[in-house]
């Protein structure tokens, strides 16, 4: 089954560290496709914040980090403030679909 | 800079087709593929399906018997029309683009419209 399992909540106090796992399988994750993610504000569309693995898009902090090992990715704040409080979302590419997959979706609260 | 702007019906009855369009401005159309995503109220993201400006497409294998994304280059624009609406389908619409690639980030979105199914 082509899914991408995050935990529905995680929670920090304000500068802090915090990390979202994504959990797929070998016909995403483990595959060896990239990971990305999104965050999402409030009321407003998704916003790529971590593209392929571990890239940051211009504009994003470097508070923001990703990470992936076998069929398995993570998302790391550091520094946590207020405005990340914001829900997460994996995404990669699933061979079975031939097309992307995302997340369930993790909400932060700070 | 990019942006994307769709428009269509927001109230649908069941058994009608949802018809949606989305148009890039100020940017490069065919450098990406072009989708469709949406967002039942409260949940999580789905993908829809997907295109690009020569008119390949791929759909999500869940809802491939009832969508049909389409291309218009010349107007840097891309449809979708999900046929047999049902209240399942009430969501949050969006259209974004990515990279060419397997495996693509979807780096631009437009702002999301909801669509409601309802008696």
């Known amino acids: 089954q082509s899914v991408l399992t995050q935990p529905p909540s995680v929670s920090g106090a304000p500068g802090q560290r915090v990390t979202i796992s994504c959990t797929g399988s070998?016909?995403?994750?483990?595959?060896?496709?990239?990971v990305h993610w999104y965050q999402q504000l409030p009321g407003t569309a998704p916003k790529l914040l971590i593209y392929?693995?571990?890239n940051r898009p211009s504009g994003v902090p470097d508070r923001f980090s990703g990470s992936k090992s076998g069929t398995s990715a993570s998302l790391a704040i550091t520094g946590l403030q207020a405005e990340d409080e914001a829900d997460y979302y994996c995404?990669?590419?699933?061979?079975?679909?031939?097309?992307?997959?995302f997340g369930g979706g993790t909400k932060l609260t700070v | 800079q990019v942006q994307l702007q769709q428009w269509g019906a927001g109230l649908l009855k069941p058994s009608e087709t949802l018809s949606r369009t989305c148009a890039v401005y100020?940017?490069?159309?065919?450098?990406?593929?072009w989708s469709w995503i949406r967002q039942p109220p409260g949940k999580g993201l789905e993908w829809i399906g997907e295109?690009?400006?020569?008119?390949?497409?791929n759909y999500n294998p869940s809802l491939k018997s009832r969508v049909t994304i389409s291309v218009d280059t010349s107007k840097k624009q891309f449809s979708l029309k999900l046929s047999s609406v049902t209240a399942a389908d009430t969501a949050v619409y969006y259209c974004?683009?990515?990279?060419?690639?397997?495996?693509?980030?979807?780096?631009?979105w437009g702002r999301g419209t909801l669509v409601t199914v309802s008696t």
């Open positions: 974004a683009g990515g990279p060419y690639g397997i495996g693509r980030s979807f780096d631009l």
């Open positions: 070998s016909s995403n994750i483990g595959a060896g496709y990239d």
């Open positions: 392929g693995n571990s």
């Open positions: 995404q990669s590419y699933d061979s079975s679909l031939s097309g992307s997959l």
């Open positions: 295109i690009n400006h020569s008119g390949s497409t």
């Open positions: 100020g940017g490069s159309f065919s450098g990406y593929y």
